[in-house]
Nanobody, 130 residues
Framework: VQLQASGGGVVLPGGSLRLSCAASGLTFDMYGIGWFRQAPGKEREAVSCISSSGDSTFYEDSVKGRFIISRDNAKNTVYLQMNSLRPEDTAVYFC????????????????????????WGQGTQVTVSS
């Protein structure tokens, strides 16, 4: 399984970015995908997750109403649209899944199992700064 995260960059507070996670080596529409982030000196945390069908989504409280997760199974890609970005959103963002945990139909569970997921992308840096 290979996950390729992209779309990071430097943006002003209040700005927007769209991250992409392109997957290969798996039957994409069978697996949920999660976005996680790690800021300097902090532990990795779940940001948002989506189930294999896209019917179930989960957002960490601080990003609710600002971030939107979606997926295009025809393109084997999951997106994270990030709006109204804040300096505290600055982090390296990773996408991840797992051959077992990734099959859950409940996106919140996938996010909760973040530390146990087996397949991770390389991360993309998001910097929100004036």
């Amino acid at each position: 399984v290979q996950l390729q995260a992209s779309g990071g960059g430097v943006v002003l507070p209040g700005g927007s970015l769209r991250l992409s996670c392109a997957a290969s080596g798996l039957t994409f529409d069978m697996y949920g995908i999660g976005w996680f982030r790690q800021a300097p000196g902090k532990e990795r945390e779940a940001v948002s997750c989506i189930s294999s069908s896209g019917d179930s989504t989960f957002y960490e409280d601080s990003v609710k109403g600002r971030f939107i997760i979606s997926r295009d199974n025809a393109k084997n890609t999951v997106y994270l649209q990030m709006n109204s970005l804040r300096p505290e959103d600055t982090a390296v963002y990773f996408c991840a899944t797992d051959p077992v945990y990734g099959t859950t139909p409940v996106a919140e569970r996938l996010c909760a199992w973040g530390h146990d997921l087996d397949a991770w992308g390389q991360g993309t840096q998001v910097t929100v700064s004036s």
